[in-house]
Each structure stands twice: as structure tokens, then as C-alpha cells.
């Protein structure tokens, strides 16, 4: 193992790795309902996904996260999560998922040597489901959680997109579940993306929140989980079990922690999530590109990592929407 590190001296040792940029939900502020879909030679075989995974290994990604689209509308998911955990130097492979499919593929998914998964979770009433999803999956999602925290995808933890005049009268609701049934919920602001039609509701800021949540729950108790080790804060109401965790992606600039790359399901490795520069794998790949060669286009883009975002000046995403970068 090398050691990954940006010009900024950051040292990257996470990818994240979207397998598909198809989800089985449209949600409001993700997809980007204009934008294409990728066409099946487009995306990355399960075999160019495990070289990169060897290359950015070497040079010391030990995490690898898989996302999408939605990851689990991939066949065989199970499979790549068996190709990657085998790969010296990753000591951990995750996944992010809208949970629809997760109750049918949480014990293959175990048994593949998956070690836990995050569930996207907005609200817990059925008609807001179908508004903000634009499905009608709610309870296939709730019945997703637990399947894997019986089978011990655990910690399951549940991103929460609080969106104002939307789902934010649900903060409290999601945060006693932290105590009545020990659920770990992060509460993720909501960034602008070129023709989300989210972006209009204004971002409901981690400082509301928190202060949303002490009001009424009481004081917050700051906790520190092994399992988080990206921009989240975490905290603890009393007697709770489960933990409440804050990404104030907007309005808490956390580029001085990032430690990640993000590889598109078309083989774009993308430095930042917030920024469109790309360095182009899949031709690489396909035209038969050493794992030295691929260690050295990763290398090339740790160049380009940028020190920051640039939200604060109104510069977003233009290229891509979220459902096609993977969050
Ligand atoms: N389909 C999977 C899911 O729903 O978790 C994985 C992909 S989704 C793009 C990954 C995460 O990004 C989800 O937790 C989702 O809520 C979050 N997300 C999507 N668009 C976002 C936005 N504009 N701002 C903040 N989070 C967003």
C-alpha cells in the first residue's frame, strides 16, 4: 500500500462507487427526471469496477461504498460485493441503498461479505413517501430495515434529506426513534443540483435542526461511533440507544476531512462530489490499461481534488445529477 494523498494533503482512503445511475424512485431532489440513462455498454462490468477497486487499493483505499441509481437495481449485487472484499487492502465494503429491494437481498448481501448499509428515508408517512419518492415503496423500505439489522448489516443507519415545508415536520418523529427504537439517523442538508426541483424549498440548515430537536427532545450529548468516520457529526439524546448525525453539507463546509473519490457507474472518477471535473477510466479500461496505468490516472485525479466546494459562490453540479454520480 502506497498512501493516497491530495495537493492539499488530504489523505483519501474511501471510494465510493456507483454501479448504476437507475433507481426504481425518482425522488424530488435527486434524479434530475430530464436527464438520460446510461446505456448498458456505458456502464462498468462488475471486472472493470474490481480493477479500479485494485488499483485505488494499492495506493490505499481501504473503503469502498456502493451507491447509485440505486445500487440493488443492479443483478447480482452480491457478486461484486464478494469481488471486492477480497481485494487486498479493503477492509470494508458498504452500501448506500433507497431500501426497496434491501429485505429480499440483506442476507446474500451479509453473506457476500457486505458489512453494513445506510438506508435513504425522508418520512415515515406513505403519502409523502409517494410525493417525495414518487413511489409507493414505504413499506417495503421499512420492512428493508429491518430485515438487515436482523441480519446484521449493522449499524443501519437512515439518511434523512429535510426538506422545508416538505418532510420538516417530521425532525422530531425521526429523532425519537433514535430512543424508542434505537435507530441511527443523519440528517443530511439538501444540495443544489443543476434541475433539482427540490432546490426552490431552501435548505433547512443542521443549526435548525439541532435546535428543532433540543427544544422539544432536550439537550444533545456528543457520541462518537467507530462506524462514523465521514462529515457527519454525531450525538446522543438521553436513554437513547440509536445516535442522531448532522451532514450540513451546505451550510458546514467539511472539505478539510474529505477523504473520498467517487467513481461514476460510466467510469468517471470524480475527485468531488460538488465540482464536474472527471478523469475518464472506462476508455482506459476497455482499451486494456495496467493497474499501474490506472494508479496513475488516480493519481493524476488526487490533482485534481480542489481545496473546497464552491456552493457559498452558487457554483453546482452542472454535468450530472446526484442519481448519476451516487451520492
Ligand atoms: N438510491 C440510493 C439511495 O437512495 O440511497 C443511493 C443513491 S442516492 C443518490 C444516495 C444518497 O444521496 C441518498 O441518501 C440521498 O438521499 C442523497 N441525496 C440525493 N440527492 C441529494 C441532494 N440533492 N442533497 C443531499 N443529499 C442527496
Redesign the pocket.
Known amino acids: 500500500m502506497i498512501g493516497l494523498a491530495d495537493s492539499y494533503h488530504r489523505r483519501i482512503n474511501y471510494m465510493r462507487i456507483s454501479v448504476t445511475d437507475r ?1 426504481d ?1 425518482d ?1 424530488i ?2 434524479s434530475g427526471r430530464s436527464a438520460p440513462h446510461l446505456s448498458h455498454d456505458d456502464i462498468l462490468r462488475y471486472e472493470e469496477i474490481l480493477r479500479v477497486v485494485q488499483a485505488a487499493a494499492h495506493l490505499g483505499v481501504q473503503k469502498v461504498r456502493l ?5 440493488l437495481a443492479r443483478l447480482h449485487l452480491s457478486r461484486l460485493v464478494e469481488m471486492l472484499v477480497r481485494v487486498e487492502g479493503i477492509d470494508e465494503v458498504s452500501m ?3 431500501g426497496t429491494l434491501l429485505a429480499h437481498h440483506a442476507a446474500e448481501l451479509k453473506a457476500a461479505g457486505l458489512k453494513r448499509v ?3 428515508l ?1 418520512t415515515l408517512k406513505a403519502d409523502r413517501f409517494q410525493q417525495i419518492t414518487r413511489g409507493d415503496k414505504l413499506r417495503d423500505v421499512l420492512n428493508g430495515i429491518e430485515v438487515a439489522r436482523e441480519v446484521g448489516l449493522n449499524p443501519v443507519k437512515l ?1 434523512m ?1 429535510a426538506l422545508r415545508d416538505v418532510n420538516d415536520d417530521e425532525i422530531l418523529d425521526f429523532a425519537r426513534k433514535t430512543v424508542a427504537d434505537g435507530w441511527h439517523v443523519r440528517f ?6 443543476v434541475s ?1 426541483t ?1 432546490e426552490d424549498n431552501g435548505v433547512v440548515a443542521t443549526s435548525e435542526i439541532i435546535s428543532t430537536i433540543e427544544q422539544s427532545l432536550g439537550k444533545l450529548i456528543p457520541c462518537f461511533p467507530s462506524s462514523g468516520n465521514g462529515p457527519a457529526r454525531y450525538y446522543q439524546l438521553p436513554e437513547a440507544t440509536g445516535t442522531l448525525g448532522f451532514i450540513g ?1 451546505v451550510t458546514e463546509c467539511f472539505c478539510t476531512e474529505c477523504n473520498r473519490f467517487r467513481l461514476t457507474a460510466d467510469g468517471g472518477l470524480r475527485p468531488c462530489l460538488l465540482d464536474d471535473d472527471e478523469i475518464d477510466l472506462k476508455g482506459p479500461l476497455r482499451r486494456g490499461a495496467t493497474i499501474e496505468e490506472l494508479e496513475q490516472l488516480i493519481l493524476q485525479a488526487a490533482t485534481l481534488k480542489q481545496e473546497q466546494h464552491h456552493l457559498a459562490e452558487e457554483v453546482v453540479p452542472a454535468k450530472r445529477q ?2 448519476q ?3
Do not use: H, K
Open positions: 433507481c424512485l425522488c431532489y435527486c451507491t447509485g441509481g440505486e445500487p448506500t441503498t433507497n445506510n438506508v435513504s425522508d439518511n434529506v443530511i442538508e439538501c444540495m443544489p443540483f433539482s427540490a453539507a446526484m442519481r454520480i451516487g451520492g
